[in-house]
């Protein structure tokens, strides 16, 4: 809490700043900045084993937090240039382990609590336009303001983040500013190309039309899981990305489903291979070897209802026969839920957000951990298995002109890393985020 405080003290000063110095918009360059601090609580629960991956059974308190700064810039005609310097720091509870659906979205799975300065972003992008219906683009985070056609063509080129294209949900994408929890930023099932800190090297492309969107997305791997060395071997080891984006309306209020589709390829290890090989403490790792694939899909929609309240589902599934090697120990998900603006309590920039989440795995992954395997975020030495359930409630309030808000979060996980003999777990966050 000590930090939190602390923390909370630079961002009044910050506000300060964006106060003293509007965000630079003149629609050929523009400058943006955000910063995000979540502190999370557990108090003990039971447990009667506990592994090297196991969530600690101890009363805990981690803070979080991310800076980023956003800058674009216009080249030429249709062209762009994007650059977000970020830093992180702080630790998710049990250092961002025992749990598949973490409760903290902004903590990376790495070693150390100390702030790091890394680059997150730099890309290049180009769109090609045409037809005569127009869309009006705001001024926003790696976006420039300006009118662009609803049919155009572009790619992208660079170091981004997967989730900053694909799998967009109105309501549940943005741990920054919606809801918390890991498996409500993206479908959950998706092993999204990614380092440690969550962001790829590759290229994309999109078409788009008035009522649809088409994506593509080919990058690269890392040479291990959970890991930022790039494996060079591409041929061999990348992944490909495919999303069909369809906007419509019910009632008169706007929706969008989306379906994706993904195939991960490089030298990922075999749970079943690993489990014959040593059946008393499988190493999925020894297991490695070329050739190997992880394929699945997920199903994303969003629908309004009214104004002010809307709802959204996510499914999605993998083969889960080869190990996890992006981002979290999930073959199977289900999440739906919905937000209300506070319109009706006179507080319509305040939002309330719940969400449920089913968790599940794979036969293959299943008995890897019951025989004792461990991945990179879980493994309790042994397993009960049974489906991790969460659920998750937070109320928004804006605090400072649309610049500055606090968040309360409650989190109820049932079944810790899909083993019935462990929790439930109760965890109480708060989250102080600045936006300019």
């Not at 557990?42 to 592994?51: E, T």
């Not at 209020?253 to 014959?276: P, Q, S």
């Not at 992006?326 to 999440?335: A, N, P, V």
């Amino acid at each position: 809490m000590k930090k939190f405080i602390l923390n909370f003290l630079l961002i009044t000063s910050i506000l300060e700043i964006a106060r003293a110095q509007d965000t630079v918009k003149t629609g050929r360059t523009n400058f943006h900045f955000q910063q995000t601090i979540i502190t999370q609580f557990k108090p003990a629960f039971s447990a009667p084993y506990s592994g090297r991956n196991s969530l600690i059974t101890a009363e805990e308190t981690q803070t979080s937090i991310t800076s980023t700064f956003f800058g674009g810039t216009r080249l030429w005609k249709g062209a762009e240039a994007y650059f977000n310097p970020e830093l992180s720091g702080g630790a998710g509870l049990s250092q961002t382990l025992g749990v598949a659906g973490f409760p903290n979205g902004e903590t990376f799975r790495v070693g150390g609590t100390q702030n790091k300065i890394y680059i997150a972003r730099l890309y290049f992008k180009q769109n090609f336009e045409w037809g005569n219906e127009k869309d009006t683009l705001d001024d926003e985070l790696n976006q420039l303001a300006g009118i662009r056609s609803k049919r155009y063509f572009s790619f992208v080129i660079g170091k981004f983040g997967m989730a900053d294209f694909f799998d967009n949900n109105e309501f549940s994408h943005d741990p920054r500013t919606q809801f918390f929890n890991w498996a409500l930023m993206d479908n959950a099932a998706w092993d999204y190309p990614a380092n440690t800190r969550g962001y790829v090297y590759g290229a994309t492309a999109e078409l788009g039309q008035p009522s649809w969107t088409l994506r593509f997305a080919f990058t690269m791997v890392t040479t291990m899981p959970n890991q930022s060395v790039w494996d060079a071997k591409i041929g061999k080891a990348n992944t490909e990305t495919i999303e069909y984006e369809k906007r419509y309306t019910i009632g008169g209020e706007k929706g969008t489903l989306r379906l994706l589709g993904f195939l991960n390829n490089g030298k990922f290890g075999n749970y079943r291979e690993a489990i014959n090989q040593n059946p008393s403490a499988p190493n999925v790792d020894s297991t490695w070897a070329y050739g190997r694939h992880k394929y699945g899909f997920g199903i994303n929609a969003d629908q309004y209802l009214s104004k002010n309240f809307g709802v959204f589902a996510k499914a999605s599934w993998n083969d889960g026969h080869t190990e996890t090697w992006f981002f979290t120990e999930i073959d199977r998900s289900l999440t739906f839920g919905g937000m209300l603006k506070g319109t009706s309590w006179n507080r319509a920039d305040d939002e309330f957000g719940l969400a449920f989440i089913v968790n599940g795995l794979s036969a293959d992954h299943r008995d890897y951990l019951a025989a004792g395997g461990y991945g990179f975020l879980i493994g309790d030495g042994k397993l009960n298995y049974s489906p991790e359930m969460i659920a998750e409630l937070y109320y928004k309030v804006n605090v400072y002109q649309k610049k500055f808000w606090i968040t309360p979060d409650y989190q109820f996980v049932l079944h810790p890393a899909y083993n019935a003999d462990r929790g439930p777990v109760n965890v109480l966050g708060i989250r102080a985020h600045v936006e300019f």
